[in-house]
């Protein structure tokens, strides 16, 4: 180890100019070591030595905001949720994707910046505060939250700042890059497996909830039912009804229709607990499928799994190729949902074929 002069005395944060009275060289020397940049090679390796000594002992930090303003990568990668993740973060639907863009960020030696408290104190979470983009500290952002600013969005794609979102969104004017499940395709395959068990009959029930996430599960639904010649006369399906309605749980305690699809496990939950006041049981004399993840219900619905980790991953290599190259093009990218078979959907009973 090379001899330093004594650390000088101080109570503010170490600073730059610091670092290079303590190692003996210019500031320039100090900034272009702490910086990569290639001009550091002309710099011997014994003084990038005695600059790296330096910063150790000071405990100095580099300010990744002043880096930014001058135009350096920060090796920051932003979060931006647009709905809150505390403080029950492991029950959030978001929680798997943080893992695997934590787990994608650690790998490709990046750090990252949860921006979750940028309320603005009427419920809604803003990107924008006082006309200042408040993602800049990072090299660029992953954003997630069905309640995007699509104002925002379009803002942020127009100042030409990079980022991608989690889920598909449609903003007019702002083709900007997003990581999408693939649910049109997952709604079709269980639609399918239905007919595959002799199901011709179903109904479909929708939740309050609107948005690309929802029109993707309803246009494979449509799609499939269509192709394979079903028939679905629900309110539901033919006048776009949401909610469970008495209709549906006749049609189906009747024999009517003998399988529902369902958006969400809490109305199956409900579609569940009145078909058993009838004497109906499921899957014995009615299937029922549930167009989201459920894996932490207690009962095991036939339903679609979302790779949440795996999409994580795929938007931190995403959000890195376009801060590496801005002229790449930005595509969105479509993520495979798996169909899982459950136990809530049979074959069709013989007599109600």
């Given at each position: 180890m090379t001899d330093l002069p004594d650390r000088p005395a101080r109570s503010r944060p170490a600073r730059q100019s610091d670092v290079a009275r303590l190692?003996?060289?210019?500031?320039?020397?100090?900034?272009?070591?702490?910086?990569?940049?290639?001009?550091?090679a002309r710099i011997p390796e014994e003084t990038r030595?005695?600059?790296?000594?330096?910063i150790a002992t000071l405990g100095y930090v580099p300010n990744p905001v002043a880096r930014n303003l001058r135009g350096k990568r920060t090796q920051l990668l932003g979060v931006h949720t647009f709905e809150?993740?505390?403080?029950?973060?492991?029950?959030?639907?978001?929680?798997?994707?943080?893992?695997?863009?934590?787990e994608r960020a650690e790998e490709s030696r990046h750090d990252l910046v949860l921006f979750s408290s940028t309320g603005d104190g009427a419920g809604g979470r803003r990107i924008y505060r006082d006309e200042t983009n408040r993602l800049t500290i990072a090299d660029g952002s992953i954003l997630l939250g069905m309640a995007s600013d699509r104002d925002e969005l379009a803002r942020l794609w127009r100042d030409g700042y990079p980022f991608v979102h989690i889920g598909r969104r449609e903003v007019p004017?702002?083709?900007?890059?997003?990581?999408?499940?693939?649910?049109?395709?997952?709604?079709?395959a269980i639609v399918e497996r239905l007919h595959g068990l002799g199901h011709r009959r179903l109904v479909y029930v929708r939740d309050s909830i609107g948005g690309e996430p929802y029109d993707d599960r309803r246009s494979g639904y449509r799609e499939a039912v269509e192709?394979?010649?079903?028939?679905?006369?629900?309110?539901?399906?033919?006048?776009?009804?949401?909610?469970?309605?008495?209709?549906?749980?006749?049609?189906?305690?009747a024999g009517r229709a003998t399988a529902a699809v369902v958006e969400s496990e809490r109305i199956a939950a409900t579609l569940r607990r009145r078909l058993s006041e009838r004497g109906v049981s499921i899957p014995a004399?009615?299937?029922?499928?549930v167009l989201e993840d459920t894996a932490a219900s207690e009962v095991t619905w036939s339903d679609l799994r979302i790779p949440r980790k795996e999409i994580g991953r795929i938007a931190v290599d995403r959000l890195i190729a376009m801060?590496?190259?801005?002229d790449a093009p930005r595509e969105s990218v479509l993520v495979a949902c798996t169909h899982v078979a459950g136990a809530t959907v049979a074959e069709v009973r013989g007599d109600a074929a």
């Open positions: 190692a003996g060289v210019s500031q320039s020397a100090v900034s272009r070591v702490i910086s990569g940049d290639v001009s550091a030595q005695r600059v790296r000594e330096a809150a993740l505390f403080p029950n973060a492991r029950e959030s639907f978001y929680f798997e994707f943080l893992l695997g863009i934590e004017g702002a083709p900007f890059p997003c990581i999408v499940p693939d649910y049109w395709a997952a709604a079709s192709r394979l010649q079903i028939v679905d006369d629900s309110p539901g399906y033919t006048a776009e009804q949401a909610g469970l309605s008495d209709d549906v749980v006749d049609a189906l305690a004399d009615v299937s029922v499928a801060i590496s190259d801005p």
